[in-house]
């Protein structure tokens, strides 16, 4: 009797100090490591990433898609092997509506809802968040909206000289600028057609895509399952480099990754993540 209640507290001394551990992923490129946490809020792929990082699947994969201003994208672990992903392979999503696509947010990357409604994850394939930093206006206006206001507003010979300043910019390919410009007119759109172009944002992802950056559209669409915590430095270089046809990069960039075991108190001072209660 003796024995076994020695095995059980040593049982539960070793599981509480296994709870005071986390894991960073460290991701090695040609540029520096980013180092990434995963969530626990979504296990499935926490559990799949970290068994695609010991089995070493993801050593020798490249960064095959990259928009900067956007995002990074790699990990295309059966284009390294000659496979091909199966439904079966598949990860069901664990979209959580409070997790934000701000820059330095680990996502998985996925088919489009026209032939994957349920929204499931790539087996492998993950991408990081590089995104830009917005203005409340871009935030709180319906720019879709907007632009077909501005579409009918311009069928009017009246506002030729609007038309005229979208068209210099459009022969220039300059989509950003013509963003900008549409946002110049919203009190007229709205004046003329007696619409409103407002919408609602929640005061803290306002906040974070005003100071931090990211790519807001994504939220709610694809699962974000970590977080860089080190290496966003090395994020902006990978979303620098020159790239060719479907953003892949012109010169090759390959990664390896290794786990790292971290005291959950580092993590906290070192990196300033906050785990939930």
């Known amino acids: 009797m003796k024995k076994i209640v020695i095995i059980i507290w040593l049982?539960?001394?070793?599981?509480?100090?296994?709870?005071?551990?986390?894991?960073?992923?460290?991701?090695?490129?040609?540029?520096?490591?980013?180092?990434?946490?995963?969530?626990?809020?979504?296990?499935?792929h926490k559990k799949n990433f970290i068994e695609l990082?010991?089995?070493?699947?993801?050593?020798?994969?490249?960064?095959?898609?990259?928009?900067?201003?956007?995002?990074?994208?790699?990990?295309?672990?059966?284009?390294?092997?000659?496979t091909q992903e199966s439904l079966e392979d598949r990860i069901p999503a664990e979209i959580m509506s409070d997790f934000m696509h701000t820059k330095g947010a680990l996502a998985a990357a996925r088919q489009p809802d026209r032939v994957?409604?349920?929204?499931?994850?790539?087996?492998?394939?993950?991408?990081?968040?590089?995104?830009?930093?917005?203005?409340?206006?871009?935030?709180?206006?319906?720019?879709f909206a907007l632009n077909q206001g501005l579409s009918e507003l311009m069928k009017n010979p009246g506002y030729d000289t609007i038309a005229q300043q979208f068209i210099n910019l459009q022969r220039g390919n300059k989509i950003e600028e013509m963003n900008q410009l549409a946002l110049r007119y919203v009190e007229l759109v709205e004046s003329v057609q007696g619409i409103s172009l407002r919408k609602d944002m929640a005061l803290d992802r306002l906040d974070a895509y005003t100071?931090?950056?990211?790519?807001?559209?994504?939220?709610?669409?694809?699962?974000?399952?970590?977080r860089v915590v080190a290496g966003l430095?090395?994020?902006?270089?990978?979303?620098?480099?020159?790239?060719?046809?479907?953003?892949?990069?012109?010169?090759?960039?390959?990664?390896?990754?290794e786990i790292e075991e971290v005291p959950k108190k580092e993590?906290?001072?070192?990196y300033g993540y906050s785990y939930p209660e």
């Open 53 to 82: 990082v010991r089995a070493g699947k993801y050593d020798s994969t490249l960064w095959h898609r990259v928009m900067k201003g956007f995002m990074v994208q790699g990990g295309n672990v059966n284009e390294k092997e000659g």
């Open 116 to 143: 994957n409604p349920e929204k499931m994850s790539s087996a492998s394939q993950f991408y990081i968040v590089h995104g830009k930093i917005f203005s409340k206006e871009e935030l709180t206006i319906d720019q």
């Open 11 to 44: 049982m539960m001394v070793l599981q509480g100090c296994n709870s005071d551990k986390d894991i960073l992923v460290n991701i090695n490129t040609q540029f520096g490591t980013i180092k990434v946490l995963l969530y626990d809020e979504t296990p499935l």
């Open 211 to 226: 100071t931090l950056g990211g790519a807001p559209h994504l939220d709610n669409e694809y699962t974000i399952f970590g």
């Open 233 to 257: 430095e090395v994020v902006d270089q990978i979303a620098s480099v020159s790239v060719g046809r479907a953003n892949r990069p012109i010169e090759e960039l390959f990664m390896t990754m």
């Open 267 to 270: 993590i906290i001072e070192k």
